[in-house]
């Protein structure tokens, strides 16, 4: 079942893995997010995200680097 990534409620991509972040404290996907006119800061940092999950909408966030807590500050929270 193909899990859909949407811009400000606009199909842009396909979350093609999924797993519990432990040191993130929550769920991480990776996928992919594409636009004709290019993606970039701007196109990921000026939109909210959601993943589409059978029909269920969940709230997300885009990152451009993989999001990283190397003093584990969540985990100790």
């Known amino acids: 079942m193909p899990v859909s990534g949407l811009r400000d409620g606009k199909p842009v991509g396909d ?3 999924a797993s519990y972040g432990h040191t993130l404290g929550g769920a991480v996907g990776l996928g992919y997010v594409s636009d004709a006119g290019g993606v970039g800061k701007a196109f990921i940092e000026g939109a909210s995200y959601e993943i589409d ?3 269920e909408r969940v709230p997300a966030k885009a990152y451009l680097r993989t999001p990283y807590d190397p003093k584990l500050e969540r985990v100790r929270a």
Do not use: M, T, V
Request: net charge positive; aromatic share 0%.
């Open 15 to 17: 979350l093609k893995s």
């Open 53 to 55: 999950i059978a029909g």
